[in-house]
């Protein structure tokens, strides 16, 4: 069994006092919010990211299906993206979004081998169909109910997709750079 430190009454009024640089505080508020954050967010998100082993914060999130939710200012043109409001709610520990391909598919705009620098990623076929290729994998057919996990950095595109193609993608932490390869 693990022993537990003791501390003074003294020593723990100190440590629970203490408040982060102020510096540091912004440092970590802009790199782990999402949009333009309120104050009170962005401490929590501070204080979660100066203590390490501390949870961050977070709400409930509901999303309702609304087909004006489906916006074209994602990742790539050829797509519509629902915000799931995951970001939001976890103070940028993760990401979720529906993703709707708009058909038809344009192998020319589409297949352009690149990697996301995130932790973790996974993607689910709600409808349709999406043909991919990752690195060390292959060409895979992806149909409706087909799930896969792309490790950090694998290098990977989309071939080819169906008309009706949705899919939903959770990815960590909620700001990724991707990088395209040549």
Same mark, same amino acid.
């Given at each position: 069994m693990?022993?537990?430190?003791?501390t003074?009454?003294?020593?723990?009024?100190?440590?629970?006092?203490?408040?982060?640089?102020t510096?540091?505080?912004a440092k970590?508020?802009k790199?782990l919010?999402?949009?333009?954050p309120?104050?009170?967010?962005?401490?929590?998100?501070?204080k979660?990211?100066?203590?390490p082993?501390?949870?961050?914060? *977070?709400?409930?999130?509901?999303?309702?299906y609304?087909?004006?939710?489906?916006?074209?200012?994602?990742?790539?043109?050829?797509?519509?993206y629902?915000?799931?409001?995951?970001?939001?709610?976890?103070?940028?520990?993760?990401?979720?979004?529906?993703?709707?391909?708009?058909?038809?598919?344009?192998?020319?705009?589409?297949?352009?081998?690149?990697?996301?620098?995130?932790?973790? *990623?996974?993607?689910?076929?709600l409808?349709?169909?999406?043909?991919?290729?990752?690195?060390?994998?292959?060409?895979?057919?992806?149909? *409706?109910?087909?799930?896969?996990? *792309?490790?950090p950095?694998?290098r990977?595109?989309?071939?080819?997709?169906?008309?009706?193609?949705e899919?939903?993608?959770?990815?960590?932490p909620?700001e990724?750079?991707?990088?395209?390869?040549?």
């Amino acid at each position: 069994m693990a022993k537990l430190k003791r501390t003074s009454k003294s020593a723990a009024k100190t440590a629970a006092t203490k408040k982060p640089a102020t510096q540091a505080v912004a440092k970590a508020a802009k790199k782990l919010s999402v949009g333009k954050p309120t104050k009170a967010s962005t401490t929590a998100v501070a204080k979660a990211a100066a203590k390490p082993g501390m949870r961050r914060k *977070q709400r409930v999130a509901i999303s309702h299906y609304r087909e004006e939710a489906f916006l074209g200012d994602g990742l790539r043109a050829y797509a519509k993206y629902r915000d799931l409001g995951v970001a939001a709610a976890t103070g940028g520990l993760a990401h979720a979004h529906v993703i709707r391909l708009i058909g038809p598919c344009d192998p020319k705009e589409v297949s352009k081998l690149h990697y996301h620098d995130a932790e973790f *990623q996974l993607v689910y076929v709600l409808n349709g169909w999406v043909k991919t290729y990752m690195e060390g994998e292959g060409e895979t057919l992806m149909r *409706q109910g087909s799930s896969w996990t *792309q490790p950090p950095r694998i290098r990977h595109l989309i071939r080819d997709y169906s008309d009706n193609c949705e899919l939903l993608e959770v990815i960590l932490p909620a700001e990724f750079k991707t990088v395209e390869v040549r």
